[in-house]
């Protein structure tokens, strides 16, 4: 089942998921063009490991390149490949311009960067000793996933669902297409993907929207008039 857009109009344009999106393009092409993308080096200078966040291992000299705490924040802007970088942004693109328009730009970056870090510390927490390195928006991004369930549960999402000669393009509401995600993430536990952080980013975008949309439920409130006006 592939996303390709939503009939959910936004107010106000998205000029911070688009950022965001031109930073994680941007960042993607600067992985191109070095000769440590290549030998898989610079995945461990700026990927983020457990075993180092947590100080069980640290990292040789030649891979040093920022403080472990930082690389938090400098993994959620690399992809392992193309297509690792296209299906994050296709799911960006769909989903986060609903998520900043309720919340506005500088409440919807705190919740991207928050819901990235609870994303990045589930999987950290479910294996510390990994020395994997872990790269992706995917955890932001299930955290923009896990507030859209909550906010816009009955939007309609247009879909590929892929069956050769047979694809079929249906319009289903975000609930069901987002709550396939979810379950698909522990289906497909394994193979060298961070599932743990899709999941851990969802659900944390899903509690942390509740706070934020305190402020957004009071910018939407309408006033009933009576009889006079």
Known sequence: ??????????????????FLISVCVFVFLLQLGSQSYKTGQLFYSYGLIPSVLMGHNQLPMDLYAVPA?????????????FMHLIGNMLYMWIFADNIEDNLGPSKFLIFYIL????AAMTQVLMDVQ??????????????????????????RVLVLIPFGFFS???KIRALYVLGFWFILQFISSGGGVAYAAHIGGFVSGMILILFFNKGFKKKNKKVLKGPWG
């Open 1 to 18: 089942m592939i996303p390709l857009k939503d009939d959910n109009p936004t107010s106000s344009k998205p000029i911070v998921t688009y």
């Open 69 to 81: 705490f930082a690389t938090i924040f400098t993994s959620m802007f690399m992809h392992g490949g």
């Open 115 to 118: 819901s990235g870090i609870g």
């Open 130 to 155: 990994s020395q994997i390195p872990m790269v992706g928006a995917s955890g932001a991004i299930g955290g923009v996933l896990g507030a859209y369930l909550i906010n816009h549960p009955n939007a």
């Open 168 to 170: 079929q393009f249906l």
